[in-house]
C-alpha cells in the first residue's frame, strides 16, 4: 500500500493568508498586532527557531520584538521583563522561549504571562481553561496537531486515538483538545508497557515524545494516520521526528513529513494567536462589540 503525506505546508499557507487578512481589518480599526518573544539563551537552534518566527510575522505584517536577555540572566529579571510586557497595551501576545538558563524555573515565570497574552498555551491557567472547556490559546504545537487532522478530513470524534508522550506542551494539551472533539484517548508514556500494545489498532497515532525511531512500522496497522511531532537534530545538523518514516512508509495509511509537517504549521498558527489576541484586548473593538 502506498502511505499518504500529509504536508503541513499547504495548510500553513491558508493559515498565513487568514493571518494577512485580519492584519488589513486591524489595521482599518487602528490596531496593530505585536507579538514579543522573550529569549534567554545562546542555543543557536534556539535563536534560529526564534529568527524563523521574525520572518514570518514580518511577511504577514505582525509585530515582532525579539527581547534577547542573554544566557545569564537571572529568573528576577526574566519576571520583571514579563510583568512588564503584559501590562504593555502594544504587545499582543508573549512566548518565554525555552531553554532558560540553569536554575532559573519555567514553571515560576509562565504564569506571569497574562493569559490574554498566553499566544502559546504556556500558563498553567491557560492548561486549566481548556481542561473545564473555556477559551483559552491552546499550546500552537498542539492546536496544529488538530488542524492538520481537521485539513486533510481525518476523522476523530468516535475513534482511537493514541498520543504519545505527557508534556504539558503537547501530550496533555493535545489530549483535552481531541476529548473536546470526541476522540477516545489514550496517553502513552514511558510506564505505559509495549508501545505496540496502545497504537497497533489505533485510528491515529500522535507522537511527540522527543526521542528519534521510537514508532516504527511494527507499531501501527494499515488504517493509521501517524502525526509525528518530535523535532530531534542528528549529527550531520539534518532534522528527524520521533517516528521511523522509512519503516511506517508502506504500512501506515497516512503520515506527517517531519520537516514540513507540524512545525510549519506551529509559527502560522502562533501568528493567528496573535492577531486573534489583539483583537479581543483592543479597547476601541470592545465597546463597538459590547
Known sequence: MSTVTLSGKPLAAVIRQRVQDEVRNLEQDGVRPALAVVIATDDESTHWYVRSIERAAESAGVGCRIVDLGHDATEQVLASVLRDLSAEPSVSGIILQTP???????????????????????????????????????????????????????????????????????GKPLSLLLL?????????????????????????????????????????????????????VLPDGSLVGDVDAASVDGVAAALTPVPGGVGSVTTALLLLHTVEAARKQSPALLLENA
Open 100 to 170: 532558560l538558563p540553569a536554575g532559573v524555573r519555567a514553571d515560576a515565570l509562565v504564569g506571569l504571562i497574562a493569559p490574554e497574552k498566553d499566544i502559546d498555551g504556556a500558563n498553567p491557567l491557560s492548561l486549566g481553561r481548556l481542561a473545564v472547556g473555556q477559551p483559552a490559546f491552546a499550546p500552537a504545537t498542539a492546536r496544529s496537531v488538530v488542524e492538520i487532522l481537521d485539513h486533510y478530513s481525518v476523522p476523530v470524534a468516535g475513534r482511537d486515538v493514541v498520543v504519545v508522550g505527557r508534556s504539558a506542551v503537547v
Open 180 to 232: 473536546e472533539r470526541d476522540a477516545a484517548v489514550t496517553v502513552c508514556h514511558s510506564r505505559s508497557g509495549p508501545l505496540e500494545r496502545h497504537t497497533k489498532d489505533a485510528d491515529v497515532v500522535v507522537v511527540a515524545a522527543g526521542r528519534t525511531g521510537l514508532l516504527g512500522g511494527s507499531h501501527v496497522s494499515a488504517k493509521a494516520t501517524v502525526v509525528d511531532v518530535g523535532t530531534n
